[in-house]
Every structure is written in C-alpha cells, then in structure tokens.
C-alpha cells in the first residue's frame, strides 16, 4: 500500500497524479514525490512552483526545495535557486551525491549545472504581466493578494508512506510571492518544511514561511506523534502552539500536515482552508481543512 499526500488544491494535483504515476511504473518513494513535484516545477500553467512561479520583488525567481527520506534521516536541500528547475532534483542530488545538506544560491545554480541541470529563465509571459500587474497595485490591495490567495502559497509540499513503514518528504517552492530577494522560508529547512522518521511519521508545513520556521513546524509535529498523538491531533496541537506563542499567525495561513507510519494522516490551519490531496494506491481525494478555531 502506498498512501501520498500533497498541499493545495492545483499545483497539488498535478504533484500528486504524476507521484503517483512514478510509483506505478515502480519508482521508489523518494523518487516519486521527486517526480511528483518536478512535473509540478515544469507546468509553466501553475504559478505555484517552478517554471513561471511567482517572482520576487525585483521580478527575479528564487527556488527553494528539500526532500527527507525517514529510513536514515539523509536529506538535502537547495534555497534560493535561479534559473533551474526542477530545484527538487536539485535538492535530491545534494541528498545522494554530497555530504551536505543545504547548498544556497549562485553556489547551488552551479552544483545544479555540474550536476548536468541547464541554466534556462524560468518567468514565462504570464509570470511577468502578474508581476507588472503586481508592481501597479496600491500597498493595501498588494496586502490583501499576498495574504488571502491561494496563489500566493507559492508551494507543494508532499509526503509518502509505503509499507513496512517508509516515509519520506519532500517540498518545492519559490517562495511567498513578491518576496524580498535573498528571502528564504521554511520550505527548504529540514525540521521546518519538511520531517521523516520513519519511527514515527512525516509531517509538513505551507503557508507562512517565518512564522512556521519559527515553530519548527513539521519536526514538532512529528514529535507530537512520537509521543503518541494521532496524526490530526498532532497537527492540531503545532497550530494550537502558533496560535498562543505566534500571535501573528493568524494573520496567514500556516499550514501543520502529517502522515504516521501507520498511515493515520491530518492536517490544520491558522487562518483559511486547507485542500489536502490524498491518494491510497491510485485512488484520489481531496480533502478541505477549516481552519482552527483557537
Ligand atoms: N512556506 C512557503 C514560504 O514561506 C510559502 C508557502 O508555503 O506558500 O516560502
């Protein structure tokens, strides 16, 4: 049995389709929600992640993405990424191919084309008439865009569990739209954006970057289930958290989702609603959160 998770109603989709389609054609789980999400990086259609993304403040995209296997904890990350997709590839290869765990910007645009990747622009003509558009719009109405869209949670974070307990996690992003350049959120850092173990489980996190990485997010959430939390529960009691210590919080989405090693799964938001994307061996279904009422 596989179970697949993926964040958002769009790009998550797309994520979750093609990790799935990887996993029929015998894909490990690692490599399937790496493919997963580069079929999601390589959709110029999704304004999500990748390939005509939403750009930084200067018009420029910055990639962010890490992947986590929870067998022996390796992970590998990239942030700040220009001009190469899939930036979750990228990641992965720092997991197999160095004994590091993050390697940032032009270094990482680098590693990526000795690791074969090629240089291309990423912003597609539809990426630069929302950036003009954006560029045009009153502080208050640029507010309200960042803070209440879909669109702007600019990333798919999934996790995987496969028999035998094996989790894994991986999430891609460009990061919360119209970001200061050389802005980093939590979707790259291991603990924040992402966790596996597969004594436990595998949680992420979407939404406010700052605010989850604050919170340690997806590691709290893991420990929540270490100690003996079901998986919603678990979810629950890291909003709650940010809810009391992170007032903040509130103001945006931030997003907890889990998947035990028994493939018990859950998912909470501060603000909003949360469409969560499940698959059990091909079969699909969306489910919406509400967010917490505290
Ligand atoms: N967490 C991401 C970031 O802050 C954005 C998102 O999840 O939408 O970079």
């Given at each position: 049995m596989t179970t697949l998770l993926a964040s958002w109603r769009d790009p998550g989709k797309v994520a979750i389709e093609a990790a799935w389609a990887a996993r029929e054609e015998g894909a490990s789980l690692v490599a399937s929600l790496e493919q997963g999400l580069a079929a999601?990086?390589?959709?110029?259609?999704l304004v999500a992640i990748g390939l005509g993304a939403l750009p930084n403040a200067d018009g420029e995209l910055e990639l962010d993405a890490s992947i986590m296997d929870g067998c022996d904890l390796s992970a590998g990350a990239v942030c700040g990424l220009r001009g190469?997709?899939?930036?979750?590839?990228?990641?992965r290869r720092v997991m197999e191919a160095t004994p590091h765990l993050m390697i940032a910007g032009e270094q990482a645009r680098r590693f990526a084309i000795s690791q074969?990747?090629?240089?291309r622009n990423l912003m597609t003509a539809e990426s630069v008439r929302r950036y003009d558009e954006w560029l045009k719009m009153p502080a208050e109405a640029e507010r309200r865009y960042v803070h209440s869209t879909e669109e702007s949670h600019d990333t798919v974070t999934v996790l995987g569990l496969e028999s035998e307990r094996h989790v894994a996690a991986a999430s891609s992003?460009?990061?919360?739209?119209?970001k200061m350049p050389g802005r980093v959120g939590d979707?790259?850092?291991?603990g924040a954006g992402i966790y596996a173990d597969d004594e436990i489980g595998a949680a992420g996190a979407t939404g406010w970057g700052e605010e989850l990485w604050k919170a340690m997010a997806s590691f709290r959430t893991v420990e929540f289930m270490r100690q003996g939390m079901g998986a919603q529960a678990a979810c629950?009691?890291?909003?709650?958290?940010?809810l009391r210590r992170q007032p903040h919080s509130r103001d945006m989405a931030c997003v907890a989702f889990a998947l035990r090693a028994d493939g018990d799964f859950g998912a909470a938001t501060t603000h909003a609603e949360f469409p969560l994307w499940i698959c059990r061996d091909g079969s699909f279904e969306l489910r919406v959160f509400e967010a917490l009422k505290s």
């Open positions: 999601a990086e390589l959709d110029p259609n190469i997709v899939p930036a979750i590839s990228v990641a074969g990747f090629h240089p992003t460009s990061g919360l739209a119209w979707s790259p850092i291991i629950e009691a890291t909003v709650r958290h940010m």
